[in-house]
């Protein structure tokens, strides 16, 4: 049986009907395989480990409840990357609102004891990310951090590779005036 095709159910003729979507045991292989990548990108996104392990977590759940719609199971792990993403944005939905509820303002410098150059510089290029506009974030993490193609983030975002291109090069132009300007 091929990889992506569940056991045979009865159809109404008497003959067996493949089921097409991903398997449990795909999905656990692309856990078990992806699970660190697509927390470095939730925390890419995100800035809090623990919103970052419930992001990819309820990720995987929502495939896992929807892996008979994923119908070419070599997508399954673009289909997480893209729910990741999703996931993200609704976290950081809810902070602001949260935030503008709560009026308390947020820390701008680490701690002193985190004084390290590496640190501190990490710190400064995770501030101009979150200065970029989100589209200009989301290209630059996927296409950086998760290593994707071009095409990939365009697929993800449900843009065109032509956005994707000026996304990017816009927000590279704003992250090193950005990193410029802390220096």
């Known amino acids: 049986m091929r990889v992506g095709a569940e056991q045979p159910a009865e159809g109404d003729n008497g003959k067996a009907a493949e089921v097409i979507g991903t398997t449990v045991d ?3 292989e692309t856990y078990q395989a992806h699970y660190r990548s ?6 890419l996104l995100l800035d809090d480990t623990a919103s970052c392990e419930d992001v990819v977590q ?3 759940i929502r495939v896992h409840s929807a892996r008979k719609r994923v119908r070419d199971p070599d ?3 673009a289909y997480l990357r893209q729910t990741v993403v999703n996931l993200s944005r609704s ?3 809810r902070r602001i609102l949260s935030m ?9 410098m680490a701690s002193a004891e985190e004084g390290a150059y590496e640190l501190l510089e990490r710190d400064q290029l995770k501030a101009a990310m979150r200065r970029l ?3 200009q974030r989301e290209v630059l993490v996927l296409r950086y951090f998760a290593d994707m193609t071009e095409a990939q983030v365009a697929e993800t975002l449900g843009i065109s590779v032509g956005s994707v291109k000026a996304f990017g090069s816009r927000g590279l132009a704003a992250l090193r005036v950005a990193m410029k300007a802390t220096t």
């Open 133 to 135: 506009q989100r589209r």
């Open 91 to 93: 976290a950081l939905r």
């Open 38 to 43: 697509l927390l470095g990108l939730a925390a």
């Open 100 to 108: 503008k509820l709560l009026a308390k303002p947020m820390p701008d």
């Open 26 to 28: 795909h999905l656990t």
């Open 75 to 77: 997508k399954t792990l």
């Open 58 to 60: 309820e990720a995987f």
